[in-house]
């Protein structure tokens, strides 16, 4: 007869230890893409790896501060 309003789900924030996660892969792939730029030869290669690496790592560092307001569980 009369039909029920569709409610949004409710999505609840990421935990601490999830964001924790994300920010040590993003360490990883920086470590990762770090080890590798001293094996390339392009010089154009290098500084794309160069960038990739920094990116990464102001990333990880955003999420760990993230994490450091973000509730436990």
Do not use: C, N
């Amino acid at each position: 007869m009369f039909e029920k309003p569709q409610l949004a789900p409710t999505v609840r924030p990421p935990s601490k230890e999830v964001i924790l996660k994300q920010a040590d892969e993003m360490r990883d792939l920086s470590r990762r893409a770090r080890r590798l730029k001293g094996t390339v030869t392009d010089e154009g290669d290098r500084r794309r790896l160069g960038r990739y690496v920094e990116e990464l790592e102001e990333s990880a560092a955003r999420l760990e501060k993230t994490a450091a307001d973000a509730k436990t569980g």
